[in-house]
């Protein structure tokens, strides 16, 4: 079945970095769009930014601009987002998900998510 | 960045009854609002978009309203299952996206 797996919960400290893979499986991945969305505890969701497997484009959220690389491995299906200079406000639930093109929409859908995976920066 | 508001942080309605839900948006949004339901340890599930359309297995109840700046969900005939953070998010400018703040949303 269509599913993004996320990697495993990362621990780390401020001013250093961290690496989130999101691997999918169950669909071509190159036909649809990844986004990246977080969730601070207790708070509502942000957008981080968003990638093409099928050029390889990227659109990041302007707070991260700097900070942030998202990249793209077709051979294996895979999304990943590098985040540096962490903070302690970075610590939260970072979530890839799929878009995906309607054909009763201008603009592509958020259709499935990944589980989700904890980062947590502490000194 | 076109910020969103949602209204009110809390509500807690009984069951069979009618919730209704506000976004509010910064600056005109056209019909590019989408509503997304997440229950506790759950990821979002997208209920709404384009202001009104239901996604696919969304049952009935759930409706969306509005255009431009000002958006509802309305659920009607509220059922336990319902209990959750509500999520408004806009798409017109699409990749770039942006959420409200949720609502939560209890069931007494």
């Known amino acids: 079945q269509v599913q993004l797996v996320q990697s495993g919960a990362e621990v780390t400290r401020p001013g250093a970095s961290v690496k989130v893979a999101c691997k999918a499986s169950?669909?071509?991945?190159?036909?649809?769009?990844i986004s990246w969305v977080r969730q601070a505890p207790g708070q509502g969701l942000e957008w981080v930014g968003w990638?093409?497997?099928?050029?390889?484009?990227?659109n990041y959220a302007q707070k991260f601009q700097g900070r942030l690389t998202m990249t793209i491995d077709t051979s294996t299906s895979t999304a990943y987002i590098e985040l540096w200079s962490l903070r302690s406000d970075d610590t939260a639930v970072y979530y890839c998900?799929?878009?995906?093109?309607?054909?009763?929409?201008?603009?592509?859908?958020?259709?499935?998510w990944g589980q989700g995976t904890t980062v947590t920066v502490s000194s | 960045e076109i910020a969103l508001t949602q209204s009110p942080a809390t509500l807690s309605v009984s069951p069979g009854e009618r919730a209704t839900l506000s976004c509010r948006a910064s600056?005109?949004?056209?019909?590019?609002l989408a509503w997304y339901q997440q229950k506790p340890g759950r990821t979002p599930r997208l209920l709404i978009y384009?202001?009104?359309k239901r996604a696919a297995g969304v049952p009935a109840r759930f409706s969306g309203s509005g255009s431009g700046t000002d958006f509802t969900l309305t659920i009607s005939s509220l059922d336990p299952e319902d209990s959750a953070v509500y999520h408004c998010?806009?798409?017109?400018?699409?990749?770039?996206?942006?959420f409200g703040p949720g609502t939560t949303l209890e069931i007494k």
């Open positions: 998010q806009q798409r017109s400018n699409w990749p770039s996206v942006t």
């Open positions: 600056q005109s949004v056209g019909d590019y």
């Open positions: 998900a799929r878009d995906t093109a309607l054909k009763d929409s201008v603009f592509p859908i958020t259709d499935v």
């Open positions: 169950g669909y071509s991945f190159s036909n649809y769009d």
């Open positions: 384009d202001a009104s």
């Open positions: 990638g093409s497997p099928y050029n390889g484009n990227t």
